[in-house]
Nanobody, 127 residues
Framework: QVQLLESGGGLVQAGDSLRLSCTAS????????MGWFRQAPGKDREFVAS????????YYAESVKGRFHISRDNAKNTVSLQMDSLKPEDTAVYSC????????????????????WGQGTQVTVSS
């Protein structure tokens, strides 16, 4: 099991940037693939980005490709989501998730792939 805590959300204008962070508990963070998901009001939670435990693979939803960048620092037990050129349709609660993965070179895109979830941080983009 792993406990996750997100931070960095806020209110910004269209075109601005935000950087979200997620800190994980535990001593084997490198063995967990990490993902970011988001949920807008009245909509299902959707995949945003994922990164493998060894940080060598990443994958993005088409809607954020080229604007968002996922990274991790295994020495600090953190994963980040740099969000540039934000749009009003990016408004949502953003959650990070962890999945144990051995070997640690896989990425995952489905909610059901992940076993641990943070509580989320609100991102609001005004037009």
């Amino acid at each position: 099991q792993v406990q996750l805590l997100e931070s960095g959300g806020g209110l910004v204008q269209a075109g601005d940037s935000l950087r979200l962070s997620c800190t994980a508990s535990g001593r084997t963070f490198v063995m967990f693939a990490m993902g970011w998901f988001r949920q807008a009001p009245g909509k299902d939670r959707e995949f945003v980005a994922s990164i493998s435990g060894n940080a060598q693979r990443s994958y993005y939803a088409e809607s954020v490709k080229g604007r968002f960048h996922i990274s991790r620092d295994n020495a600090k037990n953190t994963v980040s989501l740099q969000m540039d050129s934000l749009k009003p349709e990016d408004t949502a609660v953003y959650s990070c998730a962890a999945r144990y993965s051995s070997p640690n070179n896989n990425v995952y895109t489905r909610k059901s792939d992940y076993g641990s979830w943070g509580q989320g941080t609100q991102v609001t983009v005004s037009s």
